[in-house]
């Protein structure tokens, strides 16, 4: 069973920068499909980045495209996200997730029911 554990969160300000990790058990990770996806309180939770199937193509949302940097170490399995130019609005729980048994189609990368597999989450604040 594949095992998802987020580290990195915690307290920045307006304009700083965190990175995110998020190690994986599995003998197969480089083939899984890993995404991040945060939650804000009162919100649905939000499509981040993916980094899809063994191939690694990277996919943003447009809410973060050209801050936020998802890349992944298959030697350790772990995932990144790093977050620079940090806004009051990207205050949220992030969770790495992943898609181990098939890959998700192009078009339902953002859905968070492609992917079976969570972690525990990790608070992000960011304070204006």
Known sequence: QVQLVESGGGWVQTGGSLRLSCEASGRTFRSYSLAWFRQAPGKEREFVSTSRGSGGALYYGD?????????????????????????????????????????????????????ETWGQGTQVTVSS
């Open 63 to 115: 809410a973060v495209k050209g801050r936020f940097t998802m890349s992944r170490d298959n030697a350790k399995n772990t995932v990144y996200l790093q977050m620079n130019s940090l806004k009051p609005d990207d205050t949220a729980v992030y969770y790495c997730a992943a898609a181990v048994s098939s890959r998700p189609i192009l078009s339902a990368i953002t859905y968070p029911r492609m992917y």
